[in-house]
């Protein structure tokens, strides 16, 4: 700790992109490392808590400060030990305990995947446990998830899995008449609306979102005090000013901006009115508050970081979170070595017309991957049928795989939107012909061809395919109509249902009928899971 005053008292004037100036960027330099030391003086060890816990872990480290890395190792070992002896439940019914400890842990560069054997983002997968704390349960949801970009992960135990799309709008559902958001009644809270608008800011791009903002920000213009604070619940304190001015800066809106001073007043200068040098911050001038200092000073970082031009407080892209090697992260010890895991490219993407569905998750998720397409901006048509042509595509997009071979079929031509897709999943082994020299590209899909194809992505994917005669009898014979199906799939079918890539909760196959998009999404989805690809 003792560069850290020296280092800060360096900085000079700053520019900040809006032609703001902070005149005062002296005092926040000195206020930050001057809180950044008592607050590493006073959290001796840190560990999981609301106060004396992760938001000090967080403003220490976003802070960039030289603060010694044995105090980020001793919050990580604690979080560790918590987790191992709460078998990965940190709170029954608080979700906001994975959200907060999600962020911290990110913040260090930890793989909050992986913490003791526990995946601590697989609780926000369950939309009703996580909203059931209120809105601050899908803030902080949002916030943690995007402060990795991580992906929601499929919750098994969830009544009704978790999007993206679905904590945004459970967000905008619950603002209040009067323009912000509140945990209870009918009056916007500056405390709330400020996290609000910080989880909503990565979503701007979604118009219903912006409106919101704006509502949002006008009304916390309105009730703005004269001298630049907020108040919460009848009085002014430094967490509401703290939680405004990271909206701010997580939105890129200067503290400058002419709605946000009152009387020559910014939200800063009432903050800094609640510090103390050497002790921190207050909460309403009546008393030193832990909770208020670690929150004054995580609001200083955020503006400081903004006067850098460096990723806002919660955007952590710019933390190399470290991944141990895992066998999950890679895949199957036996896949092909062309086969790659799909990276996010659409976080939160969804249709309209799938709200209701059983695969609804399923399709989400390969969505997100860029793996499989609506038939337009909004609509998925989860009954339709699929093409071979379009099955071709997915199934190439799902596994990674880069263009290889070249057409030997007179009606797939280079000229073709599917060409490079059909002539790579036939080099693969993936797809064959109809017939020596067609593809019949524009051909449906029936439920026992898609499972022959899936059985053939699997093996590349390190899956044992193999089934024996007896083993496929077992399988097939809870189905009615099984001796319907071709002989020729039958092993695929048996090796589809095993593995829960087809549905065995069904009574029947329909081995002849058309599979629908939806269909394919779901034996997609599971398949990519059960290879570890996702």
């Known amino acids: 700790m003792k560069k850290i005053i020296s280092l800060l008292l360096t900085f000079s004037l700053l520019i ?9 960027d002296f005092d926040i330099s000195r206020a930050i490392a001057d809180t950044a030391d008592f607050l590493y003086k006073t ?11 992760e938001w000090a872990v967080i403003g220490l480290k976003r ?71 209120g809105i601050n349960g899908a803030v902080w949801a949002l916030i943690a998830l995007d402060s990795g970009n991580y992906e929601i992960p499929e919750n098994p135990d969830a009544s009704i899995q978790a999007t993206r799309e679905m904590y ?16 209870s009644g009918a009056t916007a809270d500056p405390d709330i609306t400020g996290m609000a608008l910080q989880a909503l800011s990565v979503y701007r791009k979604n118009e219903r ?5 704006d509502t949002a920000l006008k009304a916390m213009s309105a009730i703005q005090d004269s001298k630049g604070g907020f108040s919460s619940f009848g009085a002014s304190n430094a967490e509401s000013c703290a939680q405004m001015l990271v909206a701010l800066c997580s939105l890129g809106i200067s503290v400058d901006d002419e709605r946000f001073v009152k009387n020559g007043y910014t939200i800063v200068d009432n903050l800094l009115n609640y510090y103390t040098p050497s002790s921190g911050f207050a909460h309403d001038k009546d008393g030193l508050s832990l909770l208020a200092t670690e929150q004054g000073l995580y609001g200083m970082v955020a503006l400081k970081r903004a006067m850098e031009q460096k990723n806002s407080l919660y955007d952590m892209s ?9 066998e999950d992260t890679v895949g199957l010890k036996n896949r092909h070595a ?20 059983s695969a609804k998750a399923s399709i989400e998720e390969l969505a997100s991957r860029g793996i499989i397409n609506g038939k337009g901006e909004d609509a998925f048509e989860p009954y339709s049928t699929m093409t071979r042509a379009e099955f071709a595509t997915i199934i190439t997009k799902s596994l990674g795989l880069l263009k290889k071979g070249k057409s030997s079929f007179s009606d797939v031509t280079e000229k073709d939107w599917f060409y490079d897709f059909v002539i790579t999943a036939y080099e693969y082994g993936i797809i064959k012909g109809v017939s020596e020299n067609e593809f019949n590209p524009q051909g449906t899909i029936t439920r026992e061809e898609a499972a022959v194809m899936v059985a053939r992505a ?9 089934r024996l005669v007896d083993s496929i009898r077992n399988t097939l014979s809870q189905f009615t109509d099984y001796v319907k199906s071709s002989q020729w799939s039958r092993e695929a079918l048996s090796f589809c249902y095993d593995e829960n890539i087809l549905d065995d909760k069904v009574t029947e196959i329909k081995p002849k009928e058309a599979i629908t998009r939806a269909e394919i999404a779901y034996m997609l989805y599971n398949m990519l899971d059960a290879s570890l690809l996702l």
Not at 168 to 183: C, F, R, S
């Open 209 to 213: 979102v912006q409106s919101a903002i």
């Open 16 to 24: 900040i992109p809006g032609n703001m100036t902070w005149a005062a």
């Open 338 to 357: 062309d086969i790659k895991k799909t990276k996010v490219v659409s976080p939160g993407k969804t249709f309209s017309d799938i709200r209701e569905h």
């Open 168 to 183: 945004v709008n459970h967000i905008l559902e619950k603002q209040t008449q009067d323009g912000g958001w509140t945990l």
């Open 458 to 466: 699997s093996a590349l994917c390190g899956m044992d395919t193999v």
């Open 318 to 326: 710019d933390v190399k979170v470290t991944l141990p090697e895992r």
């Open 43 to 53: 959290v001796k060890e840190p560990t999981i808590a609301s106060v004396g816990g």
């Open 63 to 133: 802070s960039d400060l030289d603060i010694p890395g044995d105090f980020f190792d001793s919050y990580y070992n604690n979080v560790e030990k918590i987790v191992k002896d709460k078998k990965g439940i940190l709170h029954s019914r608080k979700y906001t305990e994975y959200s907060r400890v999600i962020i911290a842990l990110t913040a260090i560069g930890k793989n909050p995947e992986s913490v003791a054997g526990y995946n601590l983002l697989m609780p926000l997968g369950d939309f009703e446990n996580t909203v059931w704390q």
